[in-house]
């Protein structure tokens, strides 16, 4: 008799449906699984039959064949344990099958029958509620995890015998959990920083647009202080964005609370992290600190301290704000839509262009700053230098705005572009590319008179000519204005500013 089961695995953060057959026939016992099973799902059998026999059942001395179908993808991981001992229970009628079709078993078993927790069970219950397959029964340390998921119905176990009862009696009711959307606890605030107004105005006009920043200055002056707080002023997630990120993190394993995350990441690796590290990938198909910082902040402190290679790496992922990879069975896609956040020195020792003296030569400075190559320039829109303050200025400097403050601002710049570009397929101008550009960036005679009066002044690539447009795109939307004015232009051509002033 052949028994259907539905199962589930995922590549990436993308779950997909996987049918468990399960066939026993009079014949020499045997136990065999087909259907592209790696080594890890064959030492399932073992954990099957202990688990069925000291749970109390009985084991068919029979000819058994399990089907894991399509049998062209490739199946990993010990998820399967559950549907095939289910699977077998049901083909030689230990277990009441009725209703058995209608949900979604996954689970791995130990060999005493206890269920232990399982990978990427989140993005196998988004596929199932995507799919009509909405009850999903899971071990009970996935069930909290699983429960976020909008219309979930998830039932969770701690062994086989109690699922086995289940289908009995079927006297549990779906796993409840309130999540609570208020926990987002602010720890770090814009108004505990003194002075540079300028450097939050241009994080301001960054955060506001979704533009990649560079934050330059010597050691000390407060770069990091700054980029740790761009989260606060972005607005929360919404209930998609945190299930990506979410999804994201358990795929990597990297939940600690199985709570929905409503906090904007900010990931900051260290300089001496490994391309794999960085971008994900490696013999599991991990996600990176690029996917791990998605729907928030990649920040890349001491920029030029990185591999000149591990910041290759970067090119592709910024540009298309996801992350594939080649595996013999397909490819995985991790998503990669971050903010591009980085802080580095002017000079290899720090204090060009500050009130301390440099001691580097010009041949120093030139080859440490040549580090940062065009292609990366490319996919930055503002610099910014950040200025040691003197006691006077810490002495003069007011209160500032609250990131509360701040982010209705930004709140607001964005609403903009998303009404904007709703017909679009784009939400922020940092993401326009020439066409929109061309449509939403045209200039009046006056303002277009001052992009000349700058050409003819100084060497302007291309690549600065449509940095400067998006990003004065944006100042005129912080400003609600429709068109963009002189004004905007000018404050967005500061931005282009690099080192010694010079237009990059
Ligand atoms: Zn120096």
Redesign the pocket.
């Known amino acids: 008799m052949t028994i259907q089961i539905n199962a589930a695995s995922f590549t990436g953060i993308s779950g997909y449906p996987i049918n468990v057959e399960v066939d026993i026939s009079a014949g020499l016992p045997a136990f065999n699984i087909v259907g592209l099973a790696d080594t890890s799902v064959k030492e399932s059998k073992e954990r099957v039959r202990s688990a069925i026999i000291n749970s109390g059942y009985t084991f068919p001395i029979k000819r058994i064949t399990v089907n894991l179908a399509p049998a062209d993808l490739k199946k990993e991981g010990s998820l399967f344990d559950l549907p095939i001992a289910i699977g077998i229970l049901s083909a030689t009628n230990q277990i009441c099958s009725d209703f058995i079709d209608e949900y979604i078993i996954v689970g791995e078993l130990s060999l005493s029958g206890n269920l232990k927790r399982i990978k990427g069970a989140l993005p196998i219950t988004t596929y199932g509620v995507k799919n009509n397959l909405s009850k999903i029964i899971v071990p009970t340390d996935n069930a909290l995890e699983c429960s976020i998921v909008k219309n979930s119905k998830i039932f969770g176990f701690d062994n086989l015998s109690q699922v086995i009862d289940y289908f009995e009696y079927r006297d549990s009711l779906p796993f409840k959990y309130s999540q609570n959307f208020e926990n987002e606890s602010i720890d770090l605030d814009f108004d505990d920083i003194v002075g540079q107004e300028s450097s939050k105005r241009a994080i301001e006009v960054s955060a506001s647009g979704g533009h990649n920043i560079v934050l330059y200055g010597a050691p000390g002056s407060g770069k990091t202080m700054l980029a740790k707080r761009i989260p606060t002023i972005l607005p929360p997630l919404n209930y998609e964005e945190a299930l990506e990120v979410t999804e994201i993190y358990s795929v990597s394993g990297n939940v600690q609370n199985q709570n929905l995350i409503f906090k904007r990441p900010f990931r900051n690796p260290h300089h001496t992290s490994s391309k794999i590290a960085l971008v994900g990938g490696g013999s599991n198909l991990i996600p990176g600190e690029i996917s791990l910082a998605h729907n928030g902040i990649l920040f890349l402190d001491e920029l030029l301290e990185f591999k000149k290679d591990v910041l290759e790496v970067l090119r592709q992922p910024l540009e298309d704000r996801v992350i594939k990879f080649s595996k013999s069975t397909g490819n995985v896609i991790y998503p990669a839509n971050f903010m591009f956040v980085s802080a580095l020195n002017p000079?290899?020792?720090?204090?060009?262009g500050s009130n301390k003296e440099?001691?580097?030569t010009e041949y120093q400075?030139k080859r440490y700053i040549s580090k940062l190559s065009g292609a990366l320039l490319d996919r930055i829109d503002i610099f910014s230098p950040v200025k040691s303050l003197n006691y006077d200025e810490i002495e003069k400097s007011r209160k500032t705005d609250s990131s509360k403050e701040i982010r209705k601002r930004v709140t607001l710049a964005r609403q903009i572009q998303k009404d904007r570009f709703s017909h679009e397929n784009i939400h922020y101008n940092s993401e326009m590319q020439k066409k929109h550009i061309d449509k939403y960036c045209k200039l009046s005679t006056d303002t277009s008179n001052i992009l000349k009066t700058l050409f003819k002044n100084f060497e302007v690539s291309t690549r600065a000519y449509t940095r400067i447009l998006k990003v004065a795109r944006t100042i005129a939307d912080m400003n609600e204005r429709k068109d963009i004015a002189p004004i905007d232009l000018i404050e967005a051509i500061q931005y282009r500013k690099f080192i010694d002033g010079k237009i990059v």
């Open positions: 000079c290899p020792c720090g204090n060009y440099c001691t580097c400075r």
